[in-house]
Each structure stands twice: as structure tokens, then as C-alpha cells.
């Protein structure tokens, strides 16, 4: 004899259908995003596709998470949450910052198995700090700023009111505006840039992509002309900035303008800048707004109203590893701070210094080296 089968009170199964739903659809979403940080993502990117919105999340990256900050990173932190309660908070670290880029990047995510070799083959820190920061941009969208980067201002203040948000895929803000040093030898590719310590994106902004893939192409490159593998690569203070830092991001973003407004825009957009500007999509921001108080470019100070961060530069040692150049005698060029006057006496005396026979300038290096031993000011030749 066959067991009758259970039959169950039809509102007891009504009541099932919407619970059964909702595990057919997450697992649906789980199945297509392949894991629930790309889920996370995913929805981001949908969200943000169907509002125009910004997604509400900040990203810093860090040593170590927030538990373990020490106070004065602390302090600093909370300042982005404490004025910006409504945003989502997140560190990526030294720890968990491979697993991101694995699970993003991996054949469950964008399948880009070239960027996670070259993120877990890097050993610069720099390097992979510039680089992370552009890869979550690119998959989440958002606020990155730098850990030693103070909040002035809420983040709805990054766009004027005259815009909506709907038009904008990014906002930057200018840091350095010295064009008239364009062809110097040293300062010359530094000269013009946007600010990357802070900024803000929507998800799977190809511009983005284009900076990472520029990014795996150049260090490729220096690893071949260097005949050493990735991890053994050495670069100095200016190949970091041309390759990965403010120059890179600068050069991306002017070619992307470019596409989009289908006209050559170049720093010529920028120079000068008194209110913010709308080109191709990015919002870029005077330099008062993230790169206030350089006592250069005319960058005001962190008082102005339209200053919305304070860098501190507390977390900004990376240059030890990667030194500037250091003339023997006249050391750098860069602390002149791009003071004209100080930058021609430099030159002039670098000239000098050149033109000297070996023997005269290793006595010209003698002699500063004395003079610095017993605390005396070395006079050198002037301009």
C-alpha cells in the first residue's frame, strides 16, 4: 500500500512562495557574481547605473584595519565618518588586499588573471598602493582618499549645486598648476597634475581600466629594460610619479576627456582654474579643493571655503625608497617649491657645477660636505 502523501493547508504554502523566491534570486546572484564580494560590487554598479548616484562608501587602504590604527591615523579617519555618517567605511590592508583583488579579478569576477600576477609579484609599496586604489575604483566606485587625509568638508560638498550628479562620472581636483616649468628637465612632468590622494568615481569607469592596463604595460616594460623579474624592478621618485602617481593619472584622465568631448583637451583647460569645470564627464575641482595649503599653484589655505581636505603627509615616506634627485652640492630642486627664482638660481648653479673639470667638482663636493659638518651655509655660485 502507497503512503498518502502530506497535504499542506494552502495559505501555509502561499506563505512559502515569496521565502522560496528570494533563495531562487540570491542564489541566481550569487551564481552570476560568483562570490558575495562581487555581489557587493555588482549591486553597486546596478545601483549606481540606475540612480546616476555615487555609490555612498569610502575607501582608504592602510598597514592595518581600523581597530589597529594608531591615534593619530585614528583621528584623522574618523573624520570622514564623523561627517559623512551616511557612507559605508572600509580599509583595505596589507593583509586582506590580495584576497580583494583576487576575488574581483579572478575568473569568478572581471577574469584578469594578468593583474593578479602583477599585484601579488610587486614589492614597491607605492606601487601597489597606487594601484589598489585604482582597481577598487574601477570595480566599487566611490571615495578614495589617502590615510593621512583629513575631511574639511562633507563629501555632497565635492559637487556644487549647479551641477546634478547624473552628469558626472568622476571628480578630481587639481594639484599642481606650474606650466611654466613644463620643460624642465626635473620638474618639467610634474609640473602639470591632477590630485590623486583624494577623488571620487562611479563603478567600471573605463578610464580606469585604461590607467591599470597603462600601469601593467609600464612596469612590464621596466622589469624587460631592467632584466629583472617584477619583484626586483627599482625605480626612483619621478618614475613612480610618471608611472603610476599624479602624472599617470593625469595623462589617463586628459586622454579620456579628450574622447569624450572628441576635441584635445589639455592642461590649458585647467591652468588657472577659479570655479570648478565639467569636461567629458569629470567634475575637476579647483586646487583649493583637495590640495589646499601647498604654498604653490595658488592653492589658498585649508580656511577657504571651497577647501574640503587637509593632507597631512604623515603617511607620505614613501620617497626615502624612492629618492628624488639630489644634486651633491645643491641638493633638490624640488624644495624650492617651485619658487621661480629659486628654481633659475638652482639651474644656474647646476650649470656652473657642470661646466666645472672632475677634480674641481669633487673640491666643490668637499667643500659643502665641510661646511655642512660644521653647521656653516654653503655660498656657492649665485645667479
Given amino acids: 500500500m502507497y503512503a498518502r502523501r502530506p497535504v499542506y493547508p494552502v495559505p501555509q504554502v502561499r506563505r512559502l512562495l515569496p521565502a522560496c523566491a528570494i533563495c531562487i534570486l540570491l542564489i541566481i546572484l550569487v551564481s552570476t557574481a560568483g562570490s558575495f564580494g562581487e555581489l557587493s560590487a555588482s549591486i553597486s554598479y546596478r545601483a549606481t547605473a540606475s540612480t546616476g548616484q555615487f555609490p555612498r562608501k569610502i575607501w582608504q587602504t592602510w598597514k592595518v ?8 591615523d585614528l583621528s584623522v579617519a574618523r573624520t570622514w565618518t564623523a561627517k559623512n555618517p551616511e557612507y559605508r567605511y572600509e ?98 612632468k610634474k609640473s602639470q597634475s591632477f590630485c590623486q590622494w583624494t577623488f571620487m568615481c562611479k563603478p567600471r569607469l573605463p578610464v580606469m581600466m585604461v590607467l591599470i592596463n597603462n600601469i601593467l604595460r609600464w612596469l612590464n616594460q621596466v622589469a624587460i629594460d631592467q632584466k629583472v623579474p617584477i619583484s626586483e624592478i627599482q625605480l626612483g621618485f619621478d618614475e613612480v610619479i610618471s608611472g603610476t602617481g599624479p602624472s599617470a ?18 592642461w590649458d583647460y585647467f591652468h588657472n582654474l577659479v570655479e570648478s569645470k565639467l569636461v567629458g564627464g569629470v567634475l575637476v575641482l579647483t586646487v583649493e579643493a583637495f590640495a589646499a595649503g601647498q604654498g604653490h599653484s ?45 628654481v633659475k638660481a638652482w639651474d644656474y648653479n647646476k650649470a656652473v657645477f657642470d661646466a666645472l673639470s672632475q677634480e674641481e667638482q669633487l673640491a666643490q663636493i668637499a667643500l659643502k660636505d665641510q661646511t655642512e659638518s660644521e653647521d656653516i651655509s654653503f655660498p656657492g655660485p649665485i645667479s
Fill in 91 to 188: 580599509v583595505l590592508t596589507d593583509q586582506n588586499d590580495v584576497q580583494y583583488v583576487e576575488t574581483h579579478f579572478g575568473p569568478s569576477g572581471f577574469n584578469r588573471l594578468d593583474i593578479i600576477y602583477m599585484y601579488k609579484s610587486l614589492r614597491l609599496k607605492i606601487i601597489k598602493a597606487d594601484l589598489l586604489r585604482y582597481l577598487v575604483m574601477y570595480v566599487e566606485g566611490g571615495v578614495y582618499t589617502d590615510i593621512d587625509v583629513e575631511a574639511l568638508k562633507p563629501i555632497h560638498r565635492f559637487i556644487p549645486q549647479r551641477y546634478s550628479e547624473k552628469q558626472i562620472d568622476m571628480v578630481i581636483g587639481v594639484e599642481i598648476d606650474q606650466p611654466e616649468f613644463n620643460n624642465h628637465t626635473i620638474l618639467g
Fill in 298 to 342: 595658488d592653492s589658498g589655505n585649508h580656511n577657504a571655503k571651497n577647501a574640503l581636505v587637509k593632507h597631512h603627509y604623515h603617511a607620505s615616506n614613501w620617497p626615502t625608497a624612492h629618492p628624488r634627485y639630489n644634486h651633491p652640492v645643491y641638493g633638490e630642486v624640488e624644495k624650492c617649491n617651485w619658487d621661480v627664482e629659486c
Fill in 249 to 266: 593619472f593625469t595623462k589617463a584622465l586628459l586622454s579620456y576627456m579628450s574622447g569624450k568631448e572628441q576635441v584635445g583637451v589639455n
Fill in 65 to 72: 584595519d581600523p581597530l589597529g590604527f594608531e591615534e593619530r
